[in-house]
């Protein structure tokens, strides 16, 4: 079946210091993917998607890529603030709305 | 601007009494979920719904039961709560398009006692 894997945390930075969050996946078919941020306290929300193979999402710095010969789409951001502590999932899509999540990476950005 | 609303943010239980959560969505979405978040197990699917009337099971569906009367509703009901279902349960919904995020409530903290 189709699952996505995801490195375990926690994962501890300096501000400004680049940001690597692994993820690959096993899917069959064109799954969509997505990153999701949860800030302490709150429900998941968007980070980016990709939908398609080498598209590549981008928001608030942050980036990945649809590698579909390595299946991976891994998170990054050139300079983390103190402000993107918080878990961020991996997930995939396929079919009507079937979602598979990761089991989520906590980052702490320290000042 | 609402999207998701989850009621009550927190409730502490006795074991064997029963609530129900409350979700509704106001971005006429098709599909609902409900999951549970324990701590570092990210999240697991409860159940789900395809549109009012329409419900399936997820992965761990037992001591819950859902129902989905209108699209906008899909409360979740525990029944005779355990210590074990002592967790944060967050209620989405989505369109039924594969490249279209799932949008979140804020979480129901619910402690079993």
């Known amino acids: 079946g189709n699952s996505v894997t995801q490195m375990e945390g926690p994962v501890t930075l300096s501000e400004e210091a680049f940001l690597t969050i692994n993820c690959t996946y096993t899917?069959?078919?064109?799954?969509?993917l997505f990153w999701y941020v949860q800030y302490p306290g709150e429900g998941l929300q968007l980070l980016l998607k990709?939908?398609?193979?080498?598209d590549k999402g981008s928001n608030k710095g942050f980036e990945a890529t649809y590698r579909k010969e390595t299946t991976s789409f891994h998170l990054e951001k050139g300079s983390v603030q103190v402000s993107d502590s918080a878990v961020y999932f991996c997930?995939?899509?396929?079919?009507?709305?079937?979602?598979?999540f990761g089991i989520g990476t906590k980052l702490q950005v320290i000042p | 601007n609402a999207g998701v609303t989850q009621t009550p943010k927190f409730r502490i239980l006795k074991i064997g009494q029963s609530m129900t959560l409350q979700c509704t969505q106001d971005m006429n979405h098709n599909y609902m979920y409900w999951y549970r978040q324990d701590p570092g197990m990210g999240l697991k699917l409860i159940y789900y719904?395809?549109?009012?009337?329409?419900?399936d099971k997820g992965e761990v569906p037992n001591g819950y039961n859902v129902s989905r009367s209108t699209t906008e509703d899909f409360p979740l009901r525990l029944e005779l709560a355990a210590p074990s279902q002592t967790s944060v349960y967050f209620c989405?919904?989505?369109?039924?398009?594969?490249?279209?995020?799932?949008?979140f409530g804020d979480g129901t903290r619910l402690s079993i006692l």
């Open positions: 990709a939908t398609k193979a080498d």
């Open positions: 997930a995939l899509s396929w079919g009507y709305q079937k979602v598979t």
């Open positions: 719904s395809v549109g009012a009337g329409i419900t």
């Open positions: 899917a069959t078919g064109y799954p969509s």
């Open positions: 989405a919904s989505s369109s039924d398009r594969r490249d279209q995020p799932q949008h």
